[in-house]
């Protein structure tokens, strides 16, 4: 098994290493000109983004050729995944792949503009994230498939409403500013999956304009440094399951 995972603060790579197959990160397949995937079983875990797919997943699975004899999808979300599987669908199919099983499972929200991580914390319990997610594992183990079965109301919302969402979400890093708790070790810029900061000597970092808007360097800044103008509250959020060197591993291109 072969899994294809994008993440910005662990929630897919968690999902991810649930499974027992070899992973996959996106941006490295990207850095390393990698097109083509094939086993037996191959999976992909991403994150919903303004309704729909990362910008960086959408680009590579456009060009990626999928040859398999069970293919899976797992949107990973944190508020509505909306019509994002059927986007994942409409995706494959005009990239001549396709997939057997389509599940989306609810985590922590880390888009820190609409929501907090101390509420999203005291909500882990109702999202019932472990339950869910065994399931999800169960049935992909036993080659279940199922359908994405998303209303056709949230498929026109996420093929409309993203083009509106993500135009908003481009001013993400215009919202950014460090504070003077950095101590230039430069995390942030290994754990972005655009090459979009540069940090250079003792230096603060300077963000650029080709941001997926992650939020992987303000999620895992190990200061706190990196602040939103928008944010609802300080605390950042990574995945308990996956460690900071981890995702470093994933986005550092
Ligand atoms: C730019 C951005 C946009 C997001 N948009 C949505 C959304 O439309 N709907 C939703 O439920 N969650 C949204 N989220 C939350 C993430 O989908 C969710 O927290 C996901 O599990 C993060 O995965 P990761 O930890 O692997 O990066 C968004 C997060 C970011 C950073
Ligand atoms: S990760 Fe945080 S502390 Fe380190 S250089 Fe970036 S902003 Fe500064
Ligand atoms: S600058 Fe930050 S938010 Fe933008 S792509 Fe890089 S890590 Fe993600």
Not at 68 to 88: K, Q, R, W
Request: aromatic residues 8%; contains cysteine.
């Amino acid at each position: 098994m072969k899994i294809l995972y994008f993440t910005g603060s662990g929630n897919c790579l968690s999902v991810a290493k649930r499974f027992d197959a070899e992973l996959l990160s996106i941006p490295q397949m990207i850095k390393n000109n990698i097109y083509e995937i094939e086993d037996d079983v191959v999976g992909i875990v991403y994150p919903v983004y303004a309704i729909s797919i990362p910008d960086i997943v959408r680009k590579y699975l456009s060009k990626c050729k999928i040859k398999a004899n069970y293919v899976f999808v797992i949107a990973t979300y944190g508020f509505t995944d909306c019509g994002a599987l059927h986007e994942m669908k409409k995706l494959l199919e005009t990239s001549g792949n396709k997939a057997d099983y389509y599940a989306s499972l609810l985590m922590v929200d880390n888009y820190l503009p609409l929501f907090d991580i101390e509420t999203q914390m005291a909500k882990l319990k109702e999202k019932n994230i472990e339950n869910n997610l065994n399931k999800i594992v169960e049935e992909v183990n036993a080659g279940v498939t199922k359908k994405e079965n998303c209303s056709w109301g949230n498929n026109l919302a996420s093929s409309i409403g993203h083009v509106v969402i993500k135009q908003i979400e481009k001013y993400t890093p215009k919202m950014f500013y460090v504070n003077d708790v950095c101590v230039f070790c430069g995390v942030c810029k290994k754990v972005c999956p655009m090459q979009n900061i540069i940090q250079e000597e003792k230096n603060k970092p300077i963000f650029g304009n080709n941001c997926e808007s992650c939020l992987a360097c303000i999620h895992n800044c190990p200061k706190n440094a990196i602040q939103m103008k928008t944010q609802r509250s300080e605390k950042r959020f990574r995945n308990n399951n996956v460690s900071l060197n981890e995702i470093i591993k994933s986005n550092n291109i």
